[in-house]
């Protein structure tokens, strides 16, 4: 039966709804009116609080200064339906959802969206996080197709959502990876159709479940009795890539493809906790694929929300679900080496109130040598964040969380990290490290539960910290740096880059820190990732109303920023209704990447059709017209 429910809520608000937070405490109220009273102290609240705390500690002060660093005239916040890049730059469609991957495969049907069969040979839909890997001077992009907009996809259907098993099929397809060889010709990059490298990972796909969760009870089903085998990957929103050539897809928000045939059906609190729930968010696969039926299997959510590596240059591998790197809403994987060579994975789990995370494997990373299972074990820890700029890593062990075993905890691993009074965050969503500088950031992108409301565990969400502003709609990218210059050290320092906010419409901690003007206001940051230079690339996710307290920020966008200066300027607009996520360069950084995802998600978009066309995810190149270095 079709579902159904609003089709083109968030994740989020969907969530919210269907399987709301614990009712606000009296604490919470005391909370809420203390930042009230915060809040009238100013804007320096955020970063200038910070840098007023910091003192002459380590980390660089920010003050506005135009080094000569960026290689571009900003571009102006608009509501165009379509990209807009700086002067001197031009930019280009490489693979949009529909795509033909093969010449056999069929050519994109606006009119129907196409089929099952043939969703499975196109490149997917909603494009996300990507990373660009290159075999003997091949080309070969490894790109996330985190979800799909049913309204979209099945525009052609009365209900706008799937109304039979192939409309199921097809939804499924459209979800996963897509990994495709890619050619520059005459300087427009394209996909390579037929190329051996081409390949769909759909939710479908078979995968290796790995690490200390592997073959635990609870991830056991009727069809894999031995837990230690799955079918398919979804959600798979930002990603990572490995110095040894893997990439890392991140699965998201997995709990909203579950589903109960039952409605008496009671999913237990461990469930609950993820969202999962009796109803999903429009995708209707339990009615094709009865593994999506918790009150059949209620197991089968337990085997989804890790960390995916799969090696994109054999397509006959099979991609291996890492439980080591904890089951949660997972945003990105960002990989370091450490300088005692252990590999250290920086994840945040992206939903109000929920925490930032890091791995360290057991083993070390040795150039050349096999690399193969280094994700296989290792330490999770969880970050604690203290008002005096200083913070810690908490290791999540059975005896830290009173959890039976490590396996519990990679499963649980949001059980296990409020068991230690993690710092609950504003949903935690890209994290990058700096190549020139031992030093990482994360986009904490918004949270309007701040100081309001506890997160789904019941874990308060005060206002201090690196979540300075209740009801905190504009976002702020906190950094720290890892006591020692060791990013296996479990103390740090941190600041805030930026506290995102619109000085054109606020006067207070609401306008931003004194890095944002009305030049570059925007809200929301989201994907995040430094160029080989060190210049901070940023995306936005956010509110393209450009209106109200988002007035003059116009559509989602890309901003560059200076983590020397502290200085932000906006590189690209994004056409309506879009998210800008995702971003990979070509080695000789000529040419930049960038997904834009759902334009039109609420139907007003013919991006990049024009016309009456339906609007589609794609991804862009970006190069200067000089053919210079880009950015
Ligand atoms: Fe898929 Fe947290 O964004
Ligand atoms: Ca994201
Ligand atoms: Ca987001």
């Excluded at 830290?400 to 519990?408: C, D, V």
């Excluded at 016309?611 to 970006?622: E, F, K, T, Y």
Aim: glycine share 12%.
């Amino acid at each position: 039966m079709p579902n159904t429910l609003p089709t083109e809520q968030s994740f989020d608000e969907f969530d919210e709804i269907n399987y709301p937070r614990p009712e606000i405490s009296d604490f919470e109220k005391v909370v809420d009116r203390a930042m009230s009273r915060r809040a009238l102290l100013g804007r320096g609240l955020g970063l200038g609080a910070a840098a007023f705390v910091m003192g002459t500690t380590a980390l660089t002060p920010m003050t506005a200064r135009a080094d000569g660093r960026f290689g571009f005239t900003p571009v102006p916040a608009n509501t165009l339906d379509t990209v807009t890049v700086p002067d001197g730059y031009s930019w280009h469609i490489v693979a949009k959802w529909g795509d033909p991957l093969w010449s056999d495969a069929a050519n994109f049907d606006e009119a129907t969206t196409g089929t099952g069969a043939t969703q499975e040979r196109q490149f997917g839909d909603n494009n996300d996080g990507m990373s660009l890997f290159v075999d003997g001077g091949r080309t070969i992009l490894a790109v996330n197709n985190e979800y799909t907009n049913r309204s979209i996809m099945y525009h052609a259907r009365e209900t706008k959502l799937p109304e039979n098993a192939d409309d199921v099929r097809k939804g499924k397809a459209a979800h996963g990876v897509s990994v495709v060889e890619v050619a520059r010709n005459d300087g427009v990059w394209g996909i390579v159709k037929d190329s051996h490298y081409n390949r769909r990972i759909t939710a479908d796909t078979p995968m290796m479940i790995t690490g200390p969760a592997a073959g635990h009870d609870l991830l056991k089903t009727s069809a894999d009795r031995s837990g230690t085998t799955s079918l398919g990957t979804w959600n798979n929103c930002g990603n990572g890539k490995t110095p040894w050539g893997t990439y890392l897809a991140c699965e998201e928000n997995f709990n909203g493809y579950f589903s109960s045939s039952d409605p008496e059906y009671k999913p237990s609190a461990e469930l609950s906790r993820y969202g999962v729930g009796l109803k999903d968010w429009g995708y209707a696969w339990a009615t094709a694929d009865e593994r999506f039926d918790i009150s059949k299997h209620p197991n089968e959510p337990n085997r989804a929300g890790y960390i995916v590596e799969i090696d994109p240059l054999d397509p006959t591998s099979t991609p291996k679900k890492r439980t080591a790197l904890g089951r949660f809403k997972h945003e990105n994987a960002e990989v370091v080496i450490a300088g005692n060579g252990h590999v250290v994975v920086y994840l945040g789990d992206d939903e109000r109130g929920e925490f930032l995370y890091k791995f360290v494997s057991n083993g070390t990373y040795s150039a050349g040598g096999d690399n193969t299972d280094l994700l296989e074990d290792g330490s999770i820890f969880v970050a604690k964040f203290a008002d005096d700029m200083r913070g810690e890593w908490v290791e999540l062990t059975p005896a830290a969380t009173g959890m039976k075993s490590q396996a519990e905890i990679c499963i649980h691993t949001r059980q296990a990290a409020s068991a230690v009074g993690a710092t609950t965050m504003d949903r935690p969503e890209w994290v990058a490290a700096n190549p020139n500088k031992v030093e990482a950031y994360c986009c904490l992108t918004n949270n309007k539960n701040r100081g309001k409301k506890p997160n789904k565990g019941g874990d308060k969400t005060p206002v201090g910290g690196p979540n300075p502003r209740a009801g905190n709609n504009y976002g702020q990218i906190v950094r720290w740096i890892p006591d020692n210059g060791d990013h296996t050290a479990t103390g740090f320092a941190w600041d805030l880059f930026v506290t995102a906010g619109n000085p054109t419409v606020h006067s207070d901690a609401y306008a931003g820190s004194k890095n944002v003007t009305a030049d570059n206001t925007f809200n929301s940051p989201d994907g995040l990732a430094f160029d080989s230079t060190g210049m901070l690339w940023i995306q936005t996710d956010g509110k393209y109303s450009n209106a109200g307290d988002f007035a003059n920020q116009g559509n989602n966008q890309m901003l560059v920023g200076d983590p020397e200066t502290g200085e932000i300027h906006r590189f690209m607009v994004g056409p309506n209704e879009c998210e800008v996520t995702g971003i990979s360069w070509s080695p000789d950084r000529k040419t930049v990447f960038v997904g834009l995802q759902h334009p039109g998600e609420k139907g007003n978009s013919h991006f990049p059709g024009g016309g009456s066309s339906l609007p589609r995810s794609v991804v862009i190149a970006i190069q200067r017209d000089d053919g210079g270095l880009v950015g």
